[in-house]
C-alpha cells in the first residue's frame, strides 16, 4: 500500500511534467539584464548623436538634426544601424545566457516548447516591423518609438504563453509605455529608454532572483 | 479512506508513467512519440506498451503522419481519458487530505 509520501511526490511530479511539457523553462533573467543594458547604451548613442539634454521636449532638436544630419551620417542611417546593433547584440547576449543556463540544468534549448514560443513571439514583432516602416514612410517619425514599444509588449504577452507568467506583466508594462509615448511626441527616446532599458534589467534581475539563484 | 483506495487502483492510471503520459497530454494538443520517450526517459518498447493500454482504455487517441518518408505518430487524449485523469487526481488529492 502506498504512503502520503508517495501520493504526494506523484502529484509534484505530475505539475513538473506539466510545466516542462507545455513551457519553455530555460529563458534566463540574465539575458533580460543583458538586453536592458544594450539598449540604454544604444539610447545613450542616439542621445549623443542628438547632442541633447535628458528630459527636454526634442521636437526642436530633432527637425534640426533630421535637417542636417551629425557626424557625416543621415540620422536615418544613424538609427537604423543603431537599432541594428542593439537588436543583435540583445538577440546574442540571450541565446548566451539562455543556453548556458539550459546545459546547466541539462534542459535541451531548441524543443517544441522553444519553437512554440519563438514563432509566437514573432508574428507581432514582425507585424510590428511592417508597421514602423509604414510610419517612417508616412512621414510620423514620432510614432515609431511608442510603436516599436506596443508591438514588442504584444508580442511578449503573446509569447508569455508558453514561457513563465511573469514575461506577460513585463509584456503589459512595455504595451503602457508605447501608450503613453503616443500621446507624448517628443519622449520617445526616454520612454524607449525605460522601456528597452530598465524594464529589461528590473525584469532580468526579478527572475533571476525568483527562478535561478541556487 | 478504503473506498478512496480501491478507486484509485482499479483504474488504468495507477502507474507512475501511464500517469506521466497523461499529464503531459492534458496540457498539449499533440505530442509525438518521441517526446514521451524523451521526457519520461523510456525505451521505444517499454512506452509502447503503456500507450497500448492507454489506447485499449480509449483514454489516447493516435495520428499517423509523414515527415518525409519518416512516419510520426502523435497521441492526443480523449474525453474519456481527460475524465479519467481528473478523477485520478482528485481521488489522490482526497486521499491526502484524508490524512492517514
Known amino acids: 500500500m502506498k504512503n502520503q509520501n508517495e501520493h504526494l511526490e506523484t502529484l509534484t511530479e505530475i505539475r513538473s511534467l506539466m510545466e516542462r511539457s507545455s513551457r519553455f523553462i530555460s529563458l534566463s533573467g540574465l539575458s533580460g539584464v543583458a538586453a536592458g543594458v544594450c539598449a540604454l547604451a544604444g539610447a545613450a548613442m542616439v542621445y549623443l548623436y542628438l547632442g541633447l539634454p535628458l528630459f527636454s521636449n526634442q521636437r526642436l532638436y530633432y527637425v534640426e538634426v533630421l535637417e542636417q544630419g551629425r557626424w557625416g551620417i543621415h540620422y536615418a542611417t544613424f538609427f537604423l544601424l543603431d537599432a541594428a546593433a542593439v537588436f543583435v547584440l540583445a538577440l546574442a547576449s540571450g541565446i548566451f545566457f539562455t543556453t548556458r543556463k539550459a546545459r546547466q540544468k541539462g534542459q535541451k534549448i531548441w524543443d517544441p516548447m522553444a519553437q512554440r514560443m519563438l514563432v509566437n513571439l514573432a508574428i507581432p514583432l514582425l507585424a510590428g516591423g511592417i508597421f514602423c516602416i509604414a510610419l517612417y514612410k508616412t512621414g510620423n517619425f514620432g510614432l515609431v518609438a511608442p510603436a516599436t514599444l506596443i508591438f514588442y509588449g504584444l508580442a511578449l504577452v503573446n509569447g508569455g504563453k508558453y514561457t513563465f507568467d511573469d514575461i506577460r506583466y513585463l509584456g503589459l508594462a512595455e504595451i503602457l509605455l508605447g501608450i503613453v509615448g503616443l500621446f507624448k511626441p517628443g519622449y520617445g527616446l526616454e520612454l524607449w529608454a525605460l522601456g528597452f532599458g530598465v524594464l529589461h534589467i528590473l525584469y532580468g534581475i526579478i527572475m533571476f532572483n525568483k527562478y535561478e539563484r541556487a | ?100
Do not use: C
Not at chain 2, 40 to 52: E, P, V, Y
Open chain 2, 1 to 100: 479512506m478504503k473506498h478512496l483506495l480501491e478507486k484509485l487502483e482499479t483504474t488504468k492510471l495507477d502507474n507512475r508513467i501511464r500517469l506521466g503520459i497523461m499529464s503531459m497530454l492534458m496540457v498539449n494538443d499533440w505530442v509525438e512519440f518521441g517526446a514521451f520517450k524523451e521526457m519520461l526517459g523510456l525505451t521505444d518498447g517499454n512506452l509502447a506498451s503503456h500507450m497500448k493500454v492507454l489506447e485499449a482504455e480509449s483514454y489516447v487517441e493516435l495520428r499517423k503522419l509523414f515527415v518525409g518518408r519518416k512516419p510520426q505518430t502523435s497521441y492526443t487524449a480523449t474525453i474519456a481519458g481527460r475524465n479519467a485523469f481528473n478523477d485520478h487526481l482528485a481521488a489522490l488529492e482526497a486521499l491526502l487530505k484524508s490524512g492517514s
